[in-house]
C-alpha cells in the first residue's frame, strides 16, 4: 500500500473499521471496490469527489488514503445548510463532507475562473469592482438543501441540489468532459452535467432511483 500502509496494517485497519459499528458491517467491504473502480476509470487529471455525512468521513478518508495514497487527497470540503433535527444535549449536526483527490498532483484539472462566485461578507472592505464580481468559494460551502416546492424538487429522499454539483463539475471538468456517478439517485449529476455541456455516466441499482432518473431526463440512454 502507498504512504507506508504495509499488507498486515491495511488489513487491520480494514478490520478495524469494519468493527467499529456492527450498522455498517458491510459499509466498508461494498464501498472499497466501487472507489478502486472509480479510480481506475479515472483520467490522468482528473477528480474523485466523495461526499459523506460525519459519522463515516473521518474513515473514507484513512482509507481512501490507503488506496490512492495521502499525496493526493487535495481537499476537505464542508458543505453546511441549515435544515434537520434541532438536538438539545449537543451541538446540531448541519453539514456534510466531501473529500476531494486527484489522480496526479501534477495534472490535475481545475478552474477557478469557471466557478460560480460569491459576495464578499464584508463588501466595504474590497474595491467595487472586487466586490460586483465575488469571491471564489472557500472549502466551506454554505448551501440550502431542495426546498420542499422549488422546481429541482423530484420527490427522491436523498436528492442533493444542483448548486453543490454545478460548482464541482464546473471547477473539476471541461466542456465536453465525461463526469461518472457511482451512487446517481435522483441523477442530479447527470442534470447539470447536461446543462453544463458535459457528458456523464450514472449508475444506480434502486429502481425508484432509474424511474426518477428517467422523468428527469427522458433523453437518456438506460442500459
Do not use: C
Not at 448551501?143 to 444542483?162: C, F, L, N
Amino acid at each position: 500500500m502507498r504512504r507506508g500502509f504495509r499488507g498486515r496494517e491495511y488489513e487491520r485497519l480494514r478490520g478495524d473499521l469494519r468493527r467499529y459499528d456492527d450498522r455498517f458491517d458491510d459499509y466498508w467491504g461494498f464501498l472499497e471496490p466501487r472507489l478502486r473502480e472509480a479510480w481506475r476509470l479515472l483520467a490522468d487529471d482528473g477528480t474523485l469527489y466523495l461526499h459523506l455525512d460525519f459519522r463515516e468521513a473521518h474513515y473514507a478518508k484513512v482509507l481512501m488514503d490507503a488506496l490512492f495514497g495521502r499525496e493526493r487527497f487535495l481537499n476537505e470540503l464542508i458543505w453546511a445548510y441549515d435544515y434537520g433535527a434541532k438536538a438539545r444535549g449537543r451541538w446540531p449536526a448541519k453539514h456534510d463532507t466531501i473529500l476531494v483527490y486527484v489522480k496526479d498532483p501534477q495534472r490535475y484539472w481545475f478552474d477557478s475562473a469557471g466557478v460560480d462566485r460569491e459576495p464578499y461578507m464584508a463588501p466595504g472592505l474590497v474595491t467595487a469592482e472586487k466586490a460586483a464580481r465575488g469571491k471564489l468559494p472557500t472549502d466551506v460551502w454554505w448551501h440550502t438543501i431542495v426546498p420542499t416546492g422549488g422546481r429541482e424538487k423530484t420527490g427522491y429522499p436523498t436528492q442533493k441540489p444542483e448548486g453543490v454539483l454545478r460548482r464541482i463539475i464546473q471547477a473539476s471538468t471541461r466542456e465536453g468532459d465525461r463526469v461518472l456517478d457511482l451512487f446517481a439517485g435522483s441523477g442530479t449529476t447527470g442534470a447539470v452535467a447536461a446543462a453544463l455541456g458535459r457528458h456523464a455516466v450514472l449508475v444506480d441499482d434502486n429502481p425508484e432511483a432509474i424511474a426518477v432518473m428517467r422523468r428527469r431526463m427522458p433523453q437518456a440512454q438506460v442500459v
